[in-house]
């Protein structure tokens, strides 16, 4: 039988152990996972439990809850509570962050989207959920203001993408690998090591039913990229994204005359798929400058987001700056 390869732990002990820097960022890591398998689970028998469906809550970006999106936030706010870790954390769908511990031993700070997609829950298609970690800059008391950090001092990024196949993507200083969880045993196994966006572009991706409402900077560019790809648009930034990271592509939420700011949020979206982005070799934009120098202002604001090859980014930025 082949060698079984490395579980996410056993890769986590033997990648972080000699950086006396990444005290505690395993244990935050493998709470995420813990937190994957079971979101995993509740996705793959929504139906089967009740789950599909939507509460009668309405969040603070003004959307309605669906059941998988409490299920989500409930068990990655325990999880990450209990990794002992965290000293805080902020959730696309909780109004405030969750202050934890000002202890130094809880030294990260985690931003998140518990699950990504949730439109798409009802009808069986890819959703995900994803998390940027940074870790606190000193023991001060940890306030409000402490979580609205650059998306540069990530010092980790991580998503999972509950598809055909159930993978968690690691991002760490210069370094992007994919875990696939297996079934039989619950382990996260490492299969995609050292990922690199390829050089090669299949696909742009982008909500052409918003084309009317771009601005002409955009229209431009999209029109650019029409003419020489393919249009794959899933409706899940996750899946989106994962594509782009695998085969090569540019995924695209511009702001438009309606919402200058576009859809996307900057801490727990845009941030942290940017930093794997620029991790694998590819580029995340506004669609004028790079995503993690914006400096953000308030938790939940929103960006436009351009992500993908950094050659198409830069050329799309070029074609919008015109
Ligand atoms: P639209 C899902 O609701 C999401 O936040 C992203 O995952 C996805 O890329 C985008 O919104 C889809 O938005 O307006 O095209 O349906």
Redesign the pocket.
């Known amino acids: 039988m082949a060698d079984r390869p490395p579980t996410l732990s056993r890769f986590l002990a033997e990648r972080l152990a000699a950086d006396a820097n990444s005290e505690g960022l395993a244990d935050v890591i493998d709470a995420i996972a813990r937190g994957a398998r079971i979101v995993e689970a509740g996705t793959r028998q929504a139906a089967l439990g009740g789950m599909l469906g939507y509460t009668d809550e309405i969040n603070v970006q003004g959307e309605i809850v669906a059941r998988l999106d409490t299920l989500g936030t409930t068990t990655f706010v325990d999880v990450l509570r209990e990794s002992g870790r965290v000293g805080a954390l902020a959730c696309e769908e909780l109004e405030e962050m969750v202050h934890i511990s000002d202890d130094a031993s809880h030294r990260y700070l985690a931003v998140f989207d518990p699950v ?4 798409n829950i009802d009808v069986a298609v890819t959703i995900g959920s994803i998390f940027g970690i940074y870790r606190r800059r000193d023991d001060s008391p940890i306030t409000a203001e402490t979580l609205l950090r650059p998306g540069r001092e990530q010092v980790a990024a991580v998503y999972a993408i509950y598809g055909s196949s159930t993978v968690l993507v690691l991002a760490l200083p210069g370094e992007v690998h994919g875990f696939t969880l297996d079934p039989e045993s619950a382990d996260f196994l490492l299969t995609h090591e050292g990922i690199r966006i390829p050089e090669s572009v299949s696909c742009y991706s982008v ?1 052409e039913g918003n084309a009317d409402r771009w601005e002409p900077g955009v229209a431009r560019a999209v029109s650019m990229l029409r003419e020489r790809y393919s249009l794959r648009y899933v ?4 899946a ?1 994204f994962h594509r782009d990271l695998l085969k090569g592509g540019i995924f695209l ?1 511009p702001g438009d005359v309606k919402n200058p700011k576009g ?2 949020r900057l801490s727990y979206e845009a941030n942290p798929l940017s930093y794997v982005a620029e991790q694998a070799g590819g580029a995340g934009s506004t669609g004028e400058s790079r995503i993690m120098d914006v400096m953000p202002e308030a938790l939940h604001q929103r960006t436009p987001l351009v992500i993908g090859n950094a050659d198409v980014v830069a050329e799309v930025e070029a074609i919008i700056a015109d």
Not at 116 to 119: A, C, L, T, V, Y
């Open positions: 990504d997609g949730s439109s909500n409706g899940s930034l996750v989106d939420y859809k996307l």
